[in-house]
Structures are given as structure tokens and as C-alpha cells.
């Protein structure tokens, strides 16, 4: 086997633990909770339709969107919401202002869902697996189950800083278990009753549906939960590439999972009392406890997996500009990648701990959960219908025929999930609309905030006539300014000129900038630019999926001009103090809103981890 083959199962392997972590757990839950209340055990439809629906649910909306289809919409490789975002807003793509604003909109809206995605996913994984303690012992309290949720997500949280690479080691070869046991359980029980194989077939799927007309919707609601993880999967490309995704999934796990939920429907054929807890209830007696701790385990990876998607996530949001900066610290000093939020992972840790604490039960939480990874589905479905016409330059019936197929079963997930509103998917779309709202805020307000920077912008002739003139005194040493703007002369630079009259025999205006593109070529990455001797401009530009290392490549565009000692250089940054009482486009709230998100964000000098010693801050007052 080559090297190149060897990498990709290598790859394959480890995806396992980290992009079908979710997916994986579903069988725990999904089906228990699509029979309930409808399971009449003298009907076998309402077996074999449940199952059906779920099978061509993986094979649709899984195999084929996004294993097939989707993850050929990639930047540079990277998968995810940003970057369908960042493809369309390529010049090619030949959208209008109009367009942008609603692409934008989509960004942010898919962006929020997948958080709410992440807050309800770990506490329903693991709160479904230790619910297999109640199958062992049956007259076990009621409050157990929850309390043991709640110490395994705190502890799991409390790791976080530590970071994951050591543990991340052993997911792959502990989903590889548990996938081989779910196809393990399911064919056991296959052999005791082959005739849930008529399930493979989708007709009884729309029998089922077309007898249950009334609650048909809400039934796809529930089925849903079979294909939840499915953005993660395509946010997730990046880190393993397609191929060895594709393996993973075609090989192991998506045979493993249809046999499953195969081998649970046997198991209702044959013995209808197992319906309320169908999987728990395929294990002999005597395996269930390694079975109840390898479920438990296998739910802790797909929150973990889910933990670290949002934290990248809020990476990428950070520096498109659609969240303020906060702290990063990088658990890894060789993958760049291994990063770990504390203000993020706190906000997450007491959310999913106070959803297992006020919804008790995993089957109470199931109303919640769907409704967010729904919308997610819909969005990038419709980002895929405008990247097929614009990009990809398919043909309207080829659009139509692909899109509409997808769009058709994920509509019904959508309103089945809406129809669980008061069961609990207000959780879901309170979340969402909370960080929407904060994300728009933001944006808008750091627009606005722009806009009244540039209007105070001082062109760069001005300085250099003032130095030839000899109005300005030079001094030792090597001076630093941030800029946001790559163009004219920043705030801070004036400001310091205005109350110190010097600048120093060096000076350097630093701008980092971040692109519409996951990574940028190392080639590309220094931008130096003459403005007169000993005085010059410095852009360093990063993708929006890159962890930037500023000091590092500062270092280079200075060695570039010959300035070798560094230890000397001092870094000036403007702290804005923001005043509500301007004229900006923006109601009062949401900039009271956007100045409160200002004060919690990150000083860029901290952000891009320059020598706090050196950094010297100048507070510059603005009106929005």
C-alpha cells in the first residue's frame, strides 16, 4: 500500500472520532423517539416506515449531499458555512450588493444555529447513553441519570484547557469499537428476524407517512435525529479531506449504522414490549454495563468533537469580523489547530449543564434538538442551489432535480421540527436569534466604527512632508502602530505625534488582515511597502481558518529592511473610548449593544500575542 493510501485510512481512522461522533451516537435515541406514541405492535408499518425513512435519510441527505455533492463546494479545502459564505463572495460569482447583504445574513443565521447545535448536542449524547443505567437497574431514581450527565460535562469542560491532542489520539480507535458494535448488535438481531429487511425498500417509508397524514411532519421531526452532524461533517472536510471522509463513512460507519437501526426494528418486530428503549434492549443482559460505559464513551467523543467545532467556528467568526476577539490559547505548540476559548467554553459548559438540569429526560430534550441542525440544512442547500448556478454553471434542470430532491425531505424536517416549538425547540431559535442579533450587531457597529475612522483619516503625504521639513523630531528606537485600514495614517499614530512630537528613527504601520479564504500561500502572506526611509508600511494577511502568528512574521518584514534588533520596539495601539450619542445609522440598543460586546473584546496587541512590556495603549474618544 502506498504512502499516500496508508495517510488517507490513517485519516479515514481518525474521522471517525471527530466527524461522525455525532452521527454515530443517533441510534441511542433517533428511533425511540420517531415510534413514540405511535407504536402499535400489531402494525408492523409503524416499524418498518420509521426504519425505511431513516435509512433513505442517511443515504439522501448524508451519502449524497454532503459526502457526494457538498463537499465539492470547498475553499482551498475547507468546508462549512464560512466558507460557502467566502466562495460567493468571490467576484465571479457575480453577485450584486443585494445579494452580498442576504448571503451575509445566511452567514451569520448558519453560524448561530450551529452554536445552538452545540449546546444541545453534548447534553443530549450523554444524558441518552447513562439513561442505559435505568435498563440495568430498572427502580433506579429518576434523578440519577441527570446528575451523572452533569458531572461527566463538567468534568469535560474542565479539561478543555488542557487541550485534546493526547485524548483526541484514542477516538479513533474508540469509535471504530463502538461503530463495529452497533453493526454487531444490529446483525444478531437480523438473524432472528430477516424480515425487517423489507425496510430497505422507501415505499413503506411514504406508506407510513401518507396512514400518519396528520402527524407526518412531526414524524420527520423526529427522524431527523438520525442525521444530525451532517454540517459538522462538511465543516469538518478541512481537517481530514474528502477522501478519507468518504471512506470512513462508506466502509464502516454508514453500514454499521443502517444495520442498527435495522437490528432495532427487528427487535420490535419480535418483541414488541422493547419499544421504550429499543437499543439498550438489543444487548444480552449480560453485556449491557459495557455497553452502557461504551456508549457513554462514544457521547463524550461527539461532544467533544462538537466542542472543538465551535471553538474553531469562533475562530473564524473572530476574524471575519463577525465576533469580537477573544482570548485563544493554543493547547498545542505543534497543531496550530488545537485551540481552546475559556470565555466560549464557559458560556457552553453552564448552558448544557442547565438544559440536562431543566429538561431531566433525553426524550424531552429531543423536542429541542433538530430545529437548529434543520435550518443549518436548508441554508446550505440554498448556498448550494447559488454556488451551482453562478460557480459551477449547471444547468436549471440539473439544479432543480439535485437541489429539489434535498430540499424536498429537509423542508419536512424543518417544519416537523417547528412543530415541536413549545416542546422545547424554543431553545433553539431563542439561541439562535441571541447570536444572530450579537453577530449583526457586531459587524454593523464595526462598520459604522470604520466609517467614522476613515473620515478622520490623515493622508500619509502629510507626515512625510512634516519630516522632511524638519517639524518632526525623530528619536531612538523602533515605533510600531496598529492600523485597521492599510491606507492613510491610523489614529494612534496622530495622537502620539500630537502629545509626544516625536516619532521614533523606525517607524512602521502594522496592519494585519485577515481574507475571504481560508489560508493564505506563505509567498503572499508579507506585504512591505516604502513610504519614505526608516518609515514604512507592513500588511500581513491570513485566512480566515489560520491561527496568525504576527510576532513571528513582524520579525520578517522587519529583517526585510534590515532591522535585526527587535528588543527595543515599542507597539502602539488606540483603546476607543465609544460614545452612543453620534449620528451613526444604528438604534440606540444595538449600539449600547455593540459598545458593551467592544468592552469584552480582546486589545489586538493581546489577541496577536505581541510583549505586553512593549505595548503602549492611547485612549482615542469616538461618537457612533
Not at 449524497?64 to 479545502?77: D, E, F, H, P, S
Request: net charge positive.
Amino acid at each position: 500500500m502506498s504512502q499516500t493510501k496508508s495517510s488517507n485510512w490513517t485519516l479515514a481512522l481518525l474521522a471517525l472520532g471527530v466527524v461522525y461522533g455525532d452521527i454515530g451516537t443517533s441510534p441511542i435515541y433517533a428511533l425511540r423517539e420517531t415510534i413514540r406514541e405511535r407504536f402499535v405492535a400489531a402494525n408492523e408499518l409503524t416499524v418498518l416506515g420509521p426504519v425505511s425513512l431513516m435509512i433513505w435519510s442517511l443515504t439522501v441527505i448524508v451519502s449524497i449531499k454532503y459526502l457526494l455533492v457538498l463537499t465539492r463546494a470547498t475553499n482551498q479545502g475547507e468546508g462549512g458555512v464560512f466558507a460557502l459564505y467566502s466562495l460567493l463572495r468571490k467576484p465571479e460569482a457575480g453577485l450584486k450588493k443585494g445579494g452580498i447583504t442576504l448571503l451575509t445574513v445566511f452567514a451569520i443565521l448558519g453560524a448561530a444555529l450551529l452554536y445552538g447545535d452545540g449546546i444541545i448536542t453534548p447534553a443530549i449524547s450523554v444524558l441518552s447513553a447513562v439513561e442505559g443505567l435505568a435498563v440495568i437497574q430498572p427502580g433506579l431514581p429518576s434523578w440519577i441519570p441527570p446528575v451523572c450527565a452533569s458531572v461527566i460535562l463538567l468534568g469535560l469542560f474542565l479539561v478543555q484547557r488542557h487541550g485534546t491532542a493526547r485524548i483526541g489520539q484514542s477516538f479513533g480507535p474508540v469509535m471504530l469499537l463502538w461503530f463495529s458494535t452497533l453493526a454487531a448488535m444490529g446483525l444478531w438481531q437480523l438473524s432472528q428476524e430477516t424480515s425487517i429487511l423489507r425496510a430497505l425498500s422507501p415505499h413503506y417509508g411514504w406508506r407510513f407517512l401518507w396512514e400518519e397524514r396528520a402527524h407526518s411532519m412531526h414524524i420527520m421531526g423526529t427522524v431527523l435525529l438520525c442525521v444530525t452532524g451532517g454540517e459538522a461533517l462538511f465543516a469538518d472536510i478541512g481537517h481530514f479531506g474528502r477522501t478519507a471522509m468518504k471512506r470512513s463513512w462508506f466502509t464502516l460507519a454508514y453500514p454499521a449504522l443502517a444495520l442498527n437501526y435495522l437490528g432495532q426494528g427487528a427487535l420490535l418486530l419480535h418483541s414488541p414490549d422493547s419499544h421504550t428503549q429499543p437499543f439498550f434492549n438489543m444487548v444480552p443482559a449480560g453485556l449491557l454495563l459495557p455497553v452502557v460505559i461504551l456508549a457513554t464513551m462514544a457521547t463524550i467523543i461527539a461532544s467533544q468533537a462538537m466542542i472543538t467545532g465551535v471553538f474553531s467556528l469562533s475562530q473564524q467568526a473572530m476574524q471575519l469580523g463577525f465576533m469580537p476577539r477573544l482570548k485563544i490559547v493554543h493547547t498545542s505548540p505543534d497543531m496550530r489547530g488545537q485551540i481552546y476559548l475559556p470565555q466560549i467554553n464557559f458560556i457552553l459548559m453552564v448552558l448544557c449543564i442547565g438544559l440536562v438540569a431543566g429538561f431531566q429526560k433525553s426524550e424531552n430534550l429531543a423536542h429541542a434538538y433538530g430545529l437548529s441542525v434543520a435550518m443549518d440544512m436548508t441554508i446550505s442547500t440554498s448556498l448550494l442551489i447559488l454556488i451551482s448556478f453562478k460557480l459551477w454553471k449547471w444547468p436549471l434542470w440539473k439544479t432543480g432535480l439535485i437541489c429539489g430532491l434535498f430540499l424536498s425531505i429537509e423542508s419536512t424536517y424543518l417544519i416537523g421540527s417547528l412543530s415541536k416549538f413549545v416542546q422545547g425547540a424554543w431553545f433553539t431559535l431563542l439561541v439562535a436569534a441571541g447570536i444572530w442579533i450579537m453577530m449583526r450587531t457586531w459587524r454593523d457597529g464595526r462598520a459604522l466604527l470604520m466609517k467614522r475612522v476613515l473620515r478622520n483619516r490623515v493622508p500619509v503625504n502629510v507626515i512625510v512632508n512634516e519630516i522632511k521639513a524638519g517639524h518632526i523630531h525623530r528619536v531612538r528606537g523602533i515605533g510600531v502602530f496598529l492600523s485597521s485600514s492599510a491606507d492613510g495614517l491610523p489614529l494612534v499614530l496622530l495622537h502620539h505625534l500630537k502629545h509626544n512630537k516625536v516619532l521614533h528613527e523606525q517607524a512602521v504601520i502594522l496592519t494585519v488582515k485577515f481574507e475571504e479564504v481560508p489560508y493564505i500561500p506563505a509567498d503572499k502572506r508579507i506585504e512591505v511597502t516604502d513610504i519614505m526611509d526608516s518609515f514604512f508600511r507592513v500588511v500581513l494577511h491570513y485566512g480566515f481558518s489560520e491561527s496568525p502568528d504576527v510576532p513571528l512574521d513582524l520579525k520578517t518584514a522587519l529583517n526585510s529592511r534590515g532591522i535585526t534588533r527587535q528588543s527595543d520596539i515599542s507597539f502602539y495601539q488606540s483603546r476607543e473610548l465609544l460614545l452612543t450619542d453620534g449620528n451613526g445609522k444604528m438604534a440606540q440598543w444595538r449600539k449600547k449593544l455593540f459598545v458593551f460586546l467592544s468592552r469584552l473584546a480582546r486589545p489586538a496587541t493581546g489577541y496577536f500575542q505581541l510583549p505586553s512590556r512593549q505595548v503602549i495603549e492611547l485612549g482615542i474618544q469616538l461618537e457612533l
